[in-house]
């Protein structure tokens, strides 16, 4: 039966039970004139799987926005980034959120329909997920809301619309229960730790509402919730777990080294199986339920020993960062490099300088086409963990890493009229153990600086979690190992600058929801730890290289008035190619007027800069050419002094010696050095001299 219900001061309506009706949940979602389907279906595991299977996808319908794919197939294909972080924002709200003892798979799937260009469709995707969860026979710890809070002149807006979010200088996005955040992702020009709480909280306020909306829609549909059935009895495995784990055992996997704390790791888990292999085989259960299930204890029980013993399994104290090695320019023929090494979290990082012709041209569904100078590539290579695995293109981890480091640097680099090049970083993980991402910011500022580029500050990153003990006590952990991210109830990661925050993504395991004095601790202790980095980043480099590599080419830009654009060009493109093809150069010439000339230093580049300047009408008596005699007159010589402009080498402005038999002594084609004698901007008449 179809039903439809409304949030009046959000301009929210949703319908249920039209459309996709042999989905397990469906919600048709509007506002105002943007439609979002979201989706779930599950099915039972045919084996234990050791992790939820959930997948998570958001779609956009290119005729959403009444456009048609371009490219050669003309249908939408692969994920873009855009769809993959989307998608990775709803995966991170929801995937928290399901039983512990629930394995079946699970596919949400949202799909935009309608853009109004005035409602973003990203956080209604994820509230409409959220409904089609509450109202299917699948077992959800929400409802959840979602909002996006802007930075808008100063004052911080909720969810604005498209074209305000053009003036905001930070975008935070923020979901969570009606108990508490689980996940935030955001990226600023300076927030500092104070205001950002402050927002967090206000959003907060605004996710209660939208929860409260989903729970009286779920009572109203009262869908029954499937039964979770044990098959394995995990009672009994969690108390064979619990009385093998003795404290001597435990005390065994507090070592500083990862590669010998793993070997320990593995040791004791192959112990506890082989003591149990008998009623295993007997029961006929699992091996990867009880691996699961051992893991699950364990974790358990070492978070409350590290409140015992005061200190983390790698023997640090809580708020230690692991010690850090940084070394700059050690790629001779890249414009910039850096390595950065924080305890067994390796980075490799290269910069590359490149012209306009460089940039990202990215088609978006609510915006027009995008041209991105500033790229950060994340490449997460299978030996930095030692594993075999074939590589393949850059997958959702992947991108999401890269996309959070980029964002760190969105209000640090300088505007393209003052550093006009395309910038791309691409960053190879060497060697992983937690907090890779934060290592690329770390690795990214430094090469930025190896190579030339002005950043405005200098960024560095830390990755920070949280773990609670049997009483409900809190401990916030600075630099977090890879061990801590899967052991711990939160994954905070942190960048920015001495005077603020300029990126952040924080995911929260923990479902009762934190209080405002535990962000308070884990911010502050993110910014000590953050300033720590800064420090070590410091001692290797506390600015930019003067100058850049000999190896970059140079770009120069300048103004010319938009009215001589097309002057410039000439028809069909006939002058601009003229000009690139016989200096070797790459120009660009923007809507209002700013080129940009890309090219090696030297006569060819200079030549470049004249042409392009006399084209647009930026003469002065003075300027020198070598031109080549177009046509002769009885008057004089006309000379082509750039492609597609001629000036007059008039008879009176010859040489005696030259002025008798002219027509005789030029030939069409000559070239002949000549120098601006006069030019009239209203006419664009040009009267040369032989120089």
Request: glycine content about 8%; proline content about 4%.
């Amino acid at each position: 039966m179809e039903k439809k219900f409304r949030l009046p001061e959000f301009g929210y309506e949703v319908t249920i039970g039209k459309f996709a009706n042999q989905a397990d949940g469906a919600a048709w979602f509007e506002q105002g004139g943007t439609v979002v389907l979201s989706t779930v279906v599950s099915a039972a595991s045919s084996e234990f799987p050791g992790f939820l299977p959930l997948t998570t996808d958001y779609k956009e319908h290119w005729a959403a926005a009444g456009k048609i794919p371009g490219g050669y197939f003309k249908r939408e294909s692969k994920p873009t980034d855009k769809e993959v972080l989307v998608s990775r924002l709803i995966d991170r709200a929801i995937r928290p959120l399901f039983p512990e003892n629930y394995f079946n798979q699970i596919q949400s799937l949202s799909t935009v329909y309608s853009v109004d260009k005035k409602h973003l469709p990203y956080t209604l995707s994820l509230i409409a997920t959220s409904i089609a969860l509450v109202t299917s026979k699948i077992p959800f710890l929400g409802p959840i809301g979602a909002v996006e809070m802007h930075r808008i002149d100063g004052k911080w807006v909720i969810d604005p619309s498209y074209q305000d979010t053009l003036r905001s200088d930070a975008k935070i996005t923020v979901a969570g229960t009606d108990e508490g955040i689980n996940m935030v992702e955001g990226r600023m020009d300076h927030v500092v730790e104070s205001e950002f709480i402050d927002v967090l909280f206000i959003a907060h306020e605004v996710i209660k509402k939208q929860v409260a909306w989903q729970r009286e829609i779920a009572k109203e549909v009262a869908r029954e919730k499937e039964e979770i059935v044990d098959a394995f009895d995990w009672s009994l495995w969690k108390n064979h777990v619990d009385k093998f784990l003795t404290q001597d055992k435990l005390d065994l996997l507090f070592i500083a080294d990862k590669a010998t704390r793993s070997k320990a790791f593995k040791s004791l888990k192959n112990q506890f199986l082989e003591s149990l292999k008998s009623e295993i085989e007997q029961l006929d259960i699992s091996l990867t339920f009880v691996e699961y299930i051992f893991d699950d204890v364990l974790k358990n029980k070492l978070t409350n020993q590290m409140f015992v013993k005061n200190h983390r399994l790698d023997n640090r104290s809580f708020d230690r960062v692991r010690d850090i090695s940084i070394e700059v320019g050690l790629l001779p023929f890249n414009h910039g490099s850096a390595v950065f090494k924080r305890g067994n979290t390796q980075a490799l990082v290269s910069v590359t300088l490149g012209g306009g012709q460089d940039e990202q041209k990215v088609e978006d569904v609510v915006q027009d086409t995008l041209e991105k100078t500033f790229m950060l590539h994340y490449n997460f290579l299978p030996y930095s963990v030692g594993e075999v695995k074939p590589l393949r293109g850059p997958g959702r981890r992947e991108i999401g890493h890269g996309h959070l480091a980029a964002s760190s640097f969105k209000y640090i680099l300088p505007n393209a009229e003052k550093f006009p090049y395309t910038i791309r970083i691409v960053t190879d993980i060497l060697s992983s153990d937690g907090s890779t991402s934060m290592a690329t910011v770390c690795g990214s500022t430094m090469a930025l600086m190896n190579a030339g580029v002005p950043i405005s500050s200098m960024v560095s990153g830390i990755a920070m979690g949280l773990i609670s003990n049997d009483n409900g006590e809190f401990k916030v952990l600075s630099d977090i190992a890879g061990i801590e991210d899967a052991f711990g109830l939160m994954d905070f990661k942190v960048a920015g600058t001495d005077q603020g925050i300029t990126a952040v993504q924080m995911d929260i395991k923990y479902k009762g929801g934190l209080s405002r004095d535990v962000f308070e601790q884990a911010l502050q202790q993110a910014r000590t730890g953050r300033l720590h980095i800064l420090g070590e980043m410091q001692k290797v480099m506390t600015s930019p290289n003067a100058n850049l590599s000999h190896l970059v080419p140079h770009i120069v830009s300048f103004k010319i008035p938009k009215e001589r654009i097309g002057s410039v060009i000439g028809p069909s493109g006939k002058f601009i190619k003229e000009v690139i093809e016989k200096t070797d150069t790459t120009i660009d010439i923007e809507e209002d007027g700013l080129v940009k000339i890309f090219g090696h230093p030297g006569e060819k580049l200079d030549q470049a800069i004249m042409w392009i300047k006399t084209l647009a009408g930026l003469i002065e008596p003075g300027m020198k050419y070598e031109g080549k005699v177009k046509k002769i007159t009885d008057f004089g010589a006309f000379i082509e002094i750039v492609p597609g402009q001629d000036g007059l080498l008039h008879i009176s402005n010859m040489p005696k010696d030259l002025k008798v038999d002219y027509k005789d002594k030029l030939k069409v084609d000559d070239i002949l050095k000549v120098e601006v004698v006069d030019y009239d901007n209203v006419t664009g008449r040009i009267r040369l001299k032989l120089s």
